[in-house]
């Protein structure tokens, strides 16, 4: 009784556990789906195909990131701003010149890596039989693009249960139409195309459901506002840069491990990184809902609020993560064997080598968001600059000695990094304490 009032009796923290469940639920759903459609992969494709995806999946999630240009995330400020500051109308109008602005993007960048496609097959990935999907992909890249984009605009309009709706229909039916081709049109590239199709068929969804929002509020007819374009990009460009740099740690180890090793080690790795992200799961659902309950706190100067929040919410990833971790620690070599066939046993060390990475992510609690959320966006910039830095310098060292568990143990020595210094930070500006080490008299820390 005495743990769930902890918990569940302030106000604040109350909304962050109710929608932090909801997303929870979705992305476990999504992790499981995600976990099947690697399954039919393992089974009827082979390591080989798997690491193809996942060199394609990396390539285009960097090409997204950086043609986005930060604007994921500047919508989910300038978006709920315009509705209270103007009119829906002028939302509007902003959404259609940001996406603009995206799709002209989108069209350079993917211009020119495909000017580049043969070089880069040659000389970095070393894969000349991924030409034809690479090719295909980037065609599509504005499918990909558009799709993150109107996301995140549907979460900043508080379209929450479309927003997870959103999120949970794109791999399932990613997983139905790859079964189905599976059956009756089986090719060795069957993963990477199904991804296109149905990312193609949300998107047109998600652009349906946007325009009938707007349309249906009363006061459409835009105010005599403009905000110019070279204005938008001044406030998505630092964005970009910090986005674009955790995209890069996220994909980095597998391109360069694709650079210097077979697509067979590159599928191990995936097996293992899918396996370990589902230990972030409850890390990013808080997050989720947190990120604005931290800005709200701390811009209207509620300071000891902000503290309990940010405490019992580091206390909650923790007791939450805690379990998965010690599942996938002891059993993770059986889970491999029996979903993924003992093919692909070797990629249980990489896994164990992630874990104790992500589970220091837990223990050093919501470190990047509070920074994110208070002003601090600057400071967390330089943190992962050098942590993008350090991961790439280890990924050379270690990758060409070790394969899989060099780009593992890059991984986590990365994390490590960036969760130690992004923690001490704050003890030392805010005198708040984000991870559930007990640091009081560090810096006269406040802890509750």
């Excluded at 508080?158 to 791999?171: D, G, R």
């Excluded at 060795?188 to 199904?194: C, K, V």
């Excluded at 199709?197 to 349309?215: E, M, Q, R």
């Excluded at 969760?419 to 406040?446: A, E, P, R």
Aim: aromatic letters at 14%; hydrophobic letters at 55%; glycine letters at 4%.
């Amino acid at each position: 009784m005495k743990l769930f009032n902890l918990f569940f009796k302030e106000k604040h923290f109350n909304e962050v556990v109710k929608g932090g469940a909801k997303v929870f639920i979705a992305k476990g759903l999504i992790s499981l789906i995600t976990l099947l459609t690697t399954i039919v992969m393992a089974r009827y494709y082979g390591a080989d195909i798997i690491g193809y995806v996942a060199i394609i999946g990396s390539t285009i999630g960097i090409l997204s990131t950086l043609a986005l240009l930060g604007h994921q995330t500047s919508v989910l400020r300038l978006i709920p701003e315009f509705i209270e500051k103007y009119c829906y109308g002028s939302t509007y109008q902003l959404y259609k010149k940001i996406a603009f602005i995206i799709c002209v993007g989108t069209l350079l960048i993917s211009l020119l890596f495909l000017s580049s496609l043969d070089i880069l097959l040659a000389n970095v990935f070393h894969q000349p039989e991924l030409k034809i999907p690479f090719f295909i992909s980037v065609i599509f890249l504005i499918v990909f693009v558009l799709q993150s984009y109107t996301l995140q605009v549907i979460r900043a309009l508080k379209e929450i249960h479309f927003y997870i709706f959103n999120m949970i229909a794109l791999p399932v039916l990613n997983l139905l139409i790859l079964v189905f081709v599976t059956i009756f049109f089986y090719q060795p590239f069957n993963p990477i195309y199904t991804k296109i199709v149905a990312t193609l068929c949300i998107l047109l969804l998600s652009l349906l459901f946007i325009h009938y929002f707007f349309k249906t509020r009363s006061n459409l007819v835009s105010s005599h506002m403009e905000t110019g374009s070279w204005t938008l990009l001044s406030i998505s460009l630092p964005m970009l840069l910090a986005s674009s740099l955790r995209v890069f740690m996220g994909h980095i180890d597998v391109l360069m491990l694709a650079s210097y090793r077979s697509s067979e080690e590159v599928g191990l790795y995936s097996i293992a990184i899918k396996l370990s992200l589902f230990s972030t799961i409850v890390i990013q659902s808080v997050n989720t809902i947190a990120a604005p309950k931290f800005s709200e706190l701390y811009h209207s100067h509620q300071l000891e609020k902000l503290t309990e929040i940010v405490n019992k919410s580091a206390k909650l990833i923790f007791i939450l993560v805690s379990p998965i971790i010690v599942i996938l620690f002891l059993f993770g070599k059986d889970i491999i064997s029996l979903i993924f066939g003992v093919e692909f046993i070797d990629s249980n060390t990489a896994l164990l080598i992630l874990l104790v990475g992500f589970y220091c992510a837990s223990i050093f609690g919501p470190n990047s968001l509070f920074l994110s959320m208070t002003g601090d966006q600057n400071i967390l910039l330089v943190i992962i600059s050098f942590t993008f830095l350090l991961n790439i310098l280890l990924n050379i060292l270690l990758i060409q000695k070790f394969g899989v568990l060099g780009a593992a143990f890059a991984t986590s020595i990365s994390l490590i990094f960036k969760n130690i210094f992004s923690t001490l930070y704050i003890l030392k500006k805010h005198q708040i304490n984000t991870s559930i080490f007990n640091f009081k008299g560090m810096f006269d820390v406040k802890n509750s």
